[in-house]
């Protein structure tokens, strides 16, 4: 390797034989790597809204790139758990991308904190602060119930987002045309009790109007759950109280006083979060 007389540029020789040889200059290799950063983000986003995966050809097709080149880029995206491959029909966002998504909401995490102690102190029951990853509801931050019989979802996990309080409060902020893109045709049911793809734009649309969803044996038998909207700069967000569902049922209406309370004591903490 020799530096040429001009500092910014740098030549590189590779020698083989005496037949052939190839120089790149660095500002070649720049743009090739911003070249293969840009199609690596060109598959990320066609899988965005695509929770069931799609084939490499589906994603050759939406994202203009050469089949060929999505087949590389997505072994190499693979091997780092960025994308995850569910046989030849099934490339989706893989389990690194989701845990880099749980660590951007670290900031509100922290924030809202205090207010769902003090949300669990007055109902009794668990509080929770939900975000939305495709398909499904991402558990952030959990106060467990000092109950002898709670529930206590883990933080970190992730839940069907069409069968939750928490999770229809995220997708009544969307148009019902994104919703279908997220769920699909047909949704899977949970329990006997989880609606169905039409029963659930019902509930959302009465969502929309009233400011609260439920859940009551929807997702899991014997849970239930009441939730409420939180909209912050860096995005929608749900504020849950789960617990028994007898015991939710039964206090409905003081449950709905403190998440409404809860909502705008966090809403007006939030805006200090650029």
Request: glycine residues 8%; charged residues 20%.
């Amino acid at each position: 390797m020799r530096r040429d007389d001009d500092k910014s540029f740098i030549r590189y020789t590779v020698p083989t034989n005496d037949t052939w040889s190839k120089t790149m200059t660095g500002t070649e290799s720049d743009r090739g790597s911003v070249g293969v950063i840009a199609r690596a983000a060109a598959i990320l986003r066609t899988l965005e809204d695509e929770p069931k995966g799609l084939s490499l050809g589906a994603i050759a097709k939406k994202s203009g790139l050469p089949r060929s080149t999505v087949q590389r880029m997505v072994d190499a995206l693979a091997q780092e758990e960025l994308l995850e491959v569910n046989g030849p029909g099934g490339v989706c966002l893989g389990p690194a991308l989701m845990r880099l998504a749980s660590h951007s909401h670290v900031d509100i995490t922290q924030k809202a904190r205090p207010y769902l102690e003090e949300l669990s102190r007055a109902t009794g029951e668990t509080a929770v602060l939900i975000g939305a990853s495709g398909a499904e509801l991402l558990i952030l931050h959990t106060v467990v119930s000092p109950s002898a019989l709670r529930v206590a979802p883990v933080a970190g996990n992730f839940l069907s987002i069409y069968a939750t309080a928490g999770g229809k409060i995220l997708l009544s902020a969307m148009s019902d045309k994104a919703v279908r893109n997220i769920l699909g045709s047909k949704v899977k049911q949970l329990t006997a009790q989880t609606p169905t793809l039409e029963q659930l734009f019902g509930q959302l649309e009465e969502i929309r109007q009233s400011g609260f969803a439920t859940d009551f044996d929807e997702h899991t038998p014997g849970v239930g759950a009441i939730a409420v909207g939180l909209q912050t700069p860096q995005g929608q967000y749900a504020i849950d109280v789960v617990g028994p569902v007898w015991r939710i049922e039964k206090a409905i209406d003081t449950i709905k006083a403190a998440l409404i309370k809860c909502q705008r004591d966090l809403t007006d903490a939030m805006r200090s979060i650029a």
